[in-house]
């Protein structure tokens, strides 16, 4: 017997996972993502990842604004899913959605849950310099990532991992751990362990006045900062009144004021050591290395950065 899945998603970060669902010999009713919206400086409408990998499987979309709407939710009660599967979809559900009789709902979750409930686990998990994290899979109720746990796989953080790379890893063991969910669902074998909530902590959503690097902190934190903020919104500074985002810099033991280009290569001195930037953006322009910087840019030994 195959079951019945309603999908819902957004981000590239569902996607391998809505994949691996789509090559077993279950059924995706429907897919639900955000609506499009307007992406860059262009302003041109722009679908989410999972709208456009949807539209090329054939599978029927829907984006509504919201479920407060009872004509969505009674077109979802006419599928008559077996389970929903919710994966970085972006929108909190009402009860009343929720409450649809007998009807699971699974979400696909980016932590080692208690810890990092919320919007962004890999990222505050990078930034927190955590050795590792992983996957949960857990049902979910009306407060936050609080539901229940069927089950998780961990990943090492390894020292030099990216946002980008990182979520990429974790979504290819999200789509393994689906399966083998989809496999006790199917065969009534659900075991829920309720989480511990004295050990809850709450990964925040990115700000972007997050992304300005205070160089008041330890080389290593600035550092775990950068790669937990890869691609975006990327950690920035201003020399010479023009921002600079920084791709790629190494932890160097280095000491001076924190702030100080301590030599011509751009190395900059931080609470604790210091930072070598190896890799840059100036504001509208491509990635470039520091060596390519230096090409065209001179470096005032002993300026402070902003």
């Known amino acids: 017997m195959s079951l019945k899945i309603v999908f819902m998603g957004t981000s590239t970060f569902a996607v391998p996972i809505l994949e691996s669902i789509y090559n077993t010999s279950h059924t995706i009713l429907e897919v639900y993502t955000q609506p499009p919206k307007k992406k860059n400086r262009g302003q041109k409408i722009k679908n989410s990842p999972i709208h456009d990998f949807a539209n090329k499987l054939k599978l029927p979309v829907r984006c509504p604004e919201s ?19 919710v994966v970085a ?13 007998d009807l699971l709902f699974i979400n696909v979750h980016a932590s080692l849950l208690p810890k990092w409930r919320g919007a962004a686990p890999i990222q505050r998990a990078i930034m927190n310099m955590d050795k590792e994290t992983g996957i949960s899979i857990m049902k979910i109720v009306p407060k936050l990532d609080a539901g229940p746990v069927l089950m998780q796989s961990k ?11 990182m979520s990429k890893k974790m979504s290819n063991l999200g789509a393994k751990l689906i399966i083998d969910t989809l496999k006790l669902v199917k065969m009534n074998k659900v075991n829920f362990i309720k989480q511990d909530e004295s050990q809850v902590s709450y990964a925040h959503k990115i700000e972007k006045i997050e992304s ?24 920035w500074f201003k020399l010479n009144n023009i921002r600079i985002k920084v791709i790629k810099a190494a932890e160097v033991e280095l000491s001076g004021k924190a702030g100080t280009i301590l030599d011509d290569k751009l190395i900059v001195a931080c609470k604790k050591n210091a930072l070598q930037i190896l890799e840059l953006q100036k504001e509208g322009k491509k990635v470039i290395t520091i060596d390519d910087y230096l090409r065209g840019n001179q470096i005032k030994i002993g300026q402070i950065l902003s």
């Open 89 to 101: 979809y972006g929108k909190i559900f009402p009860e009343k959605l929720l409450n649809i009789n």
């Open 212 to 235: 300005k690097i205070n160089w008041n902190e330890n080389a290593d934190k600035i550092s775990a900062k950068i790669r937990a903020f890869y691609p975006n919104p990327g950690c």
């Open 155 to 165: 990943l090492n953080i390894g020292r030099e991992i990216n946002y980008e790379d």
């Open 67 to 85: 479920f407060k709407d009872n004509n969505e939710i009674d077109y979802i009660k006419s599928l008559n899913p077996d389970l929903i599967v």
